[in-house]
């Protein structure tokens, strides 16, 4: 490395090296000693468990402390709240002149939210806040302390009571739900009471019964004609009705036959002399004297009007029966159209049946739940569950946190030398004259046999040296003048740097 060489280009570039750094460094000094100081307080807020085991007793809300935490960060830099916390604690000096958007960004860029890691046992999370005065970092931060505590209990007690609500509704809604299954199941087996089920033994001991009576009817009808067949092949063979006395008497022989019997029934009870007796007797004689005349005067009845008689018996008989047969029939179908439907109807009760049966399920586990949500309500009423908790509460610091002055300046003077420095390597590249013997081989591909530097009078470096120290000091002296002048006339540069820091979100 040809360190005169390198030494000629700095030496003939220092004036822009010295602008650069010159305005650089002053801005950094003059920024760093005229910055206000800044106070910050802070706060450390740590996830409880809940007071009462799981196992005993949950709670229904149920958020990850880490989310948690996170949750109310967010719902704290909103911009209604930090609006307020601004204008209520007065935390910049010229509100009215800022805007809304400013003043939020201004906010969120002094507060400062740190939590734990991963590997962390306990979940915690650290909020600081910087001010122009402990008295106003302290109050912003009871403020977010205040309202995290707020946001947090109506959050968890929130949720836990919406969750109790949806149960009972749901509770509700499948007790109606229920009801209305049983009524639909009531109305069926009203409507379907003789195929249900329940009624099919009884269904088909009718038929059973029904099915004997048709039996039984056909028997005697058929003992009816047998008799009617008989009685006219009795007649047409002997020309007389036999056996069939008592449906050849008078109604006076009869009434004669029921007064002899009554007769004897009193007279096994009563004496001869008894009143009863005598007046039985008395009629007795009264009906056999009109008995015999009418045998008397009518003689015998012709043995066709007797036929007649007989046979016309025999067909009321037989159409009574008849009809009897009809209605058992009728009777019969009906029955056994019942118990064809016995099928359908028993799957029908059986699918409305399920249905009742899984809603009664479902009210069962919601009824369930319902008293979960109700325990997890109170767990959180009473403050039992998990909940953020202060373990260091925020207090108005005495001494200022910020700015580091030397930090600030020292920074800044170093970043305008590297600054000038990168000028100078910069403009050196965009330079292609030729300066050395190198430059001259490497732009006309000769080499020449000597080279010759200019040299020098010693006048001309003494003009040469006053010159470039007259231009140094006027660079020196008139850059810091001007970025003092801008401080001073035009705008403070702290404020200026502020004013940078707020619209990129950044502190110090």
């Known amino acids: 490395m040809d ?21 650089i460094s002053a801005t950094s000094i003059i920024i760093a000693y005229s910055l206000p100081p800044a106070y910050v307080s802070q ?8 007071q009462i085991p799981d196992d005993l007793a949950a709670s229904t809300v149920r958020t990850p402390a880490k989310q948690q935490l996170e949750i109310l960060e967010q719902r ?3 911009r209604a709240n930090l609006l307020e ?9 010229d509100t009215s002149q800022m805007t809304p958007d400013r003043i939020v960004a201004a906010m969120r860029a002094r507060t400062t939210a740190r939590g734990s890691g991963r590997r962390d046992p306990l979940v915690w999370m650290e909020i600081s806040f910087e001010a122009q005065s402990g008295a106003i970092a302290a109050g912003v931060l009871n403020e977010y302390l205040t309202l995290i505590q707020q946001e947090d209990v109506e959050s ?15 509770v509700a809604r499948l007790s109606t739900e229920i009801t209305k299954r049983n009524s639909l199941i009531l109305s069926y087996k009203t409507e379907n009471a003789e195929a249900l089920p329940d009624s099919l033994g009884y ?37 007389r009705v036999n056996g069939y006395e008592g449906a050849q008497q008078s109604p006076q022989s009869r009434q004669l036959e029921e007064l002899r019997r009554q007769l004897s029934e009193a007279l096994i009870i009563y004496s001869e002399q008894n009143p009863r007796v ?3 007797k008395a009629r007795i004689t009264e009906i056999e004297k009109t008995v015999q005349t009418e045998v008397d005067q009518d003689g015998e009845t012709t043995g066709n009007a007797l036929l ?72 959180e009423v009473t403050a039992q569950g998990q909940r953020v908790s202060v373990i260091e509460p925020p207090s108005a610091p005495t001494r200022p946190s910020k700015p580091n002055r030397t930090l600030i300046a020292g920074g800044g003077c170093l970043f305008g030398i590297l600054a000038g420095l990168g000028l100078i390597v910069l403009l050196e590249i965009l330079d292609r004259s030729v300066r050395r013997p190198e430059d001259l081989v490497a732009s006309l591909g000769i080499t020449p046999l000597a080279t010759i530097p200019y040299i020098a009078t010693p006048g001309e470096i003494w003009r040469r040296r006053t010159w470039k120290l007259v231009r140094l000091a006027v660079i020196f002296i008139g850059v810091s003048a001007g970025v003092y002048a801008i401080h001073t006339h035009y705008q403070p540069l702290d404020l200026i740097a502020e004013n940078v820091m707020d619209k990129i979100g950044t502190r110090w």
């Open 203 to 239: 269904q088909l001991s009718q038929r059973s019964f029904f099915q004997e009576r048709l039996t039984l009817l056909e028997r005697e009808i058929a003992d009816l004609e047998d008799q009617r067949e008989n009685l006219q092949w009795v007649f047409e063979t002997t020309g």
């Open 85 to 93: 916390i601004a204008n209520r604690q007065k935390v910049f000096a």
């Open 156 to 170: 968890r007690t929130g949720r836990a009571a919406q969750t109790m609500d949806f149960f009972e509704q749901e």
């Open 76 to 78: 704290l830099l909103t």
């Open 43 to 50: 706060m450390k807020l740590i996830v409880e468990a809940p």
């Open 278 to 280: 005598k007046m039985l």
């Open 308 to 379: 007649d008689l007989q046979l016309t018996e025999i067909a009321t008989r037989i159409a009574a029966l008849r009809e009897q047969q009809t209605k058992a029939q009728a009777q019969l179908d009906g029955v056994v159209e019942i118990i064809s439907q016995a099928p359908a109807t028993s799957i029908r009760l059986g699918e409305m049946t399920q249905d009742r049966d899984n809603i009664q399920q479902q009210y069962n586990l919601a009824v369930d739940r319902l008293s979960q949500a109700s325990t997890g309500e109170r767990i």
């Open 3 to 23: 360190i005169g060489y390198y030494w000629s280009i700095f030496s003939r570039r220092l004036p822009y090296f010295m602008i650069v750094a010159t305005v």
